[in-house]
């Protein structure tokens, strides 16, 4: 018999009444139709190449002895999509476009539509800045945390090769705010100097997906990394300095670290730990880091980053044993059977310019994207393998933001998105961060599994947030929706979508139905109590 993960919350909450209609009529009526201009779903290359990543799938679950759950219904993949590419759930106003749309590639199009909004390279922008410079704010005089993930925003809009993006990262020279690529370096400036041995590991991880920090004192004791190589490394950002004209190179300087003994300094000169055949001889040693970092021949560097955009599209890494930015070495034995869908996507991203846009075109495309979080398994001790061979969607609790997020896109019937009224997105930033702060923000270790805490349950249970977003008012969609005249099993239908995208089951219309039909018109404490409960269920605060 399967097994559902989630057993729905409010059947236990007796007095919660449903009070939520479908959204005032003209906007829902005008959200039924497809929108002019909608993008065409991505063409037969994108289709083959997610087809190859099926049979690859199907060739590791064959492998493994096991049976993939089966397809999960199209809302339950369109809350995956937005929550992954935007960061949020879809609005009622979005819910209701996807449900008027017929078209056998309804999600193709959905996907090509959330890429170009402008939600997608905002929020991916935030996601990959935690990689290349965590969350910390630095030094504001010389450390601009906003302006470079500005700049990655535009560079996202502008759709520049992600290859690109990542050598001006690297080479970068100027003023952290004229050239906000600059903030890449100067993150790693305290104490009036620069941490070269910061910038090395990060490139490494960020970039390559190979954990080597610990070469920086000794030799890697399971990994062929030599300290002598992590401070080649370093050297070849030895040069960086800032001058009156922002950051740039000293170029005669040389780099210099203490020997063995601890007394005496010792020159190193620029280096790569693997591969220094594909560094350039001459020119800069950041410009030609950065070349070597880039290189085609580089497997690791496109491995790393598909790696990185199925964990954001997903929440954990397609290498689901290891962190994502500690990848095993290419070709390497043990590993090479499992992870040759991961060196499929690679070579895909690399032989089309790096784009981004179009891996995550396949991996939506995916069996594995769009199959249940239900199976029959799911409670066996089973569960372990078929999460890490991809043969179940998996359980993911939701990040802080994408939480408040959600609740505050609930709390409205139409899109909050760059259009919206200047009120609606500054509530929903000044929310969101207030929300992170009293939540905790993993930083760059978001992608790692974490426990929910007592506090973040209280929070989430008794918190201002879900009793004002909650509390109806001609504002927010449980004032608006109360007010609209429909039948008791509009409501019903429109609170589940407008909070949880999903229509109820029987079972939950039959319990809450009986609640709704009491008197002329549900309560404002009875709406009230619905979105607190719907808020606070647990599949709200999960990607499944």
Known sequence: MTVKKFTFPLLVVAGVFLVTSLAVRSPVAAVARKPDGALASPGADVSAVAQEVDRELGRLWAAHGLEPAEAADDLTILRRLSLALHGTIPSLEEIRRFEGDSSPDRLAI???????????????????????VSVDTGQFLIFRRDR?????????????PYDRLVREMIAAEGVWTGQPEVNFLTQAYANDEFDYNKLAARTARAFLGQRIDCAQCHDHPFAEWKQSQFEELAACYGQVRLSPLGLNDAKDREFKVLDGDGTTEKVVAPGVPFSSEWMA???GRRTRLAEWVTHPKNERFARA??????????????AASRPVDDLPNPGDPATADDLRLLDLLARDFRDHGYDLRRTIRVIAASRAFRMSSVH?????DRLNDLEQHWAVFPLIRLRPEQVIGA??????????????HLFSRAIRFFRERDFVN??????????????STIPQALLSMNGQFAEELAKPSPFNSSGRLGQVETTPERLLDDAFLICLTRHPTAEESAVLLPDLQKGDRPSEDSIQDLFWALFNAPEFCWNH
Do not use: H
């Open 305 to 318: 980053t598909v790696n990185r955009l199925w964990a954001l599209m997903f929440g954990k890494p397609y």
């Open 407 to 420: 609740m505050v896109q609930s709390s409205a019937i139409r899109t909050i998105d760059q259009n919206s």
């Open 376 to 380: 029959p398994q799911a409670e066996s």
């Open 281 to 283: 001889a001459e020119g």
């Open 438 to 451: 009293e939540f905790g923000d993993p930083g760059d270790a978001e992608l790692q599994e974490r426990p």
């Open 110 to 132: 959905r996907v090509s539509e959330m890429l170009e909004d402008t939600r997608f390279s905002d929020y991916f922008a935030e996601r990959l800045a935690r990689a290349f």
């Open 148 to 160: 470079f993930v500005e700049w990655l925003s535009e560079s996202l809009r502008k759709r520049v």
